[in-house]
């Protein structure tokens, strides 16, 4: 069994190690993976959640995903509450279990898979993904389907915005479509920084020191998402390092 946890803690972070850990000692057999996303980006977690979910791999494989601001209310939280845990199957067999927080599970959402609430406590501890979330995990991973409650109301991901940065700056993004006919130049803006880049079939069908915007090697089902990518630079830093979500323009 494969598990893989798409979290916010950070890259080497202790809490990757603790969860890690715990999951280990309730699926003794699973291998574990991490996949970390900035603080709080829910579009970021989102979007490597489904990109897990849906792309190739076993079909017993969990994707566990924790990324949980708690701005679902702005009052004080008792015991540490926040975002309830969900749950999806897949009709592929696999399992994903997150906190049902922003877009996190939006991605799936959007495909026709149902989200269903959780029975567990949403509360109780400041690290709910280590003390309170992984015995729900491996009940599920066991087949235990009568944790599962109602199906949860998801709310749609961004269009034409920033989904994820991968390790390279490259930005990867909701656009399926391209913006303009291919080798147009066009001039993209992303929050308050703007710069030309290049429509083409593939990210690096332009000349070092430009920019792409182009399919890249990301999507599932009939999406294949666009990205910008600086040939020999870095997109994302080029564009002020935007987070998950942040609007991605075309301007005249």
Same mark, same amino acid.
């Given at each position: ?24 000692q309730l699926l003794p057999s699973a291998e574990v993976n991490a996949v970390p996303v ?21 079909? #017993?494989?969990?994707?566990?995903? /924790? ?12 015991? /540490? ?32 898979v149902t989200v269903h609430a959780v029975d567990v406590a949403d509360h109780g501890s ?18 235990? #389907?009568?944790?599962?409650? #109602? ?34 130049t066009v001039r993209v803006r992303i929050g308050e920084v703007e710069a030309e880049a ?35 630079? /870095? ?18």
């Open positions: 069994m494969l598990v893989t946890v798409v979290a916010d803690y950070g890259t080497g972070d202790l809490a990757f190690a603790e969860v890690r850990q715990k999951i280990a900035p603080a709080f980006d829910t579009v970021a977690a989102g979007f490597c959640v489904a990109q897990l979910a849906f792309g190739e791999g076993p079909q #017993d494989r969990i994707v566990y995903a /924790n990324v949980a601001p708690r701005q679902d209310r702005d009052e004080p939280r008792a015991a /540490n509450a926040g975002e309830r845990l969900a749950a999806a199957r897949l009709e592929s067999g696999v399992l994903v279990v997150g906190v049902a927080s922003g877009a996190s599970l939006s991605f799936l959402a959007a495909e026709g400041q690290f709910r993904s280590r003390d309170v979330f992984p015995d729900a995990l491996a009940a599920l991973a066991a087949g235990d #389907d009568t944790l599962l409650g #109602d199906e949860l109301p998801v709310a749609p991901p961004p269009e034409h915005a920033v989904a994820y940065t991968d390790g390279y700056g490259n930005l990867k993004t909701t656009w399926d479509s391209a913006p303009a006919p291919v080798g147009t290049t429509v083409s079939d593939g990210v690096f069908e332009v000349r070092a020191g430009t920019m792409s915007f182009a399919p890249g090697s990301s999507g599932w089902n009939d999406h294949t998402w666009y990205e910008l990518l600086a040939r020999g630079g /870095n997109a994302a830093r080029l564009f002020g390092d935007p987070r998950g979500g942040t609007p991605i323009e075309i301007v005249p």
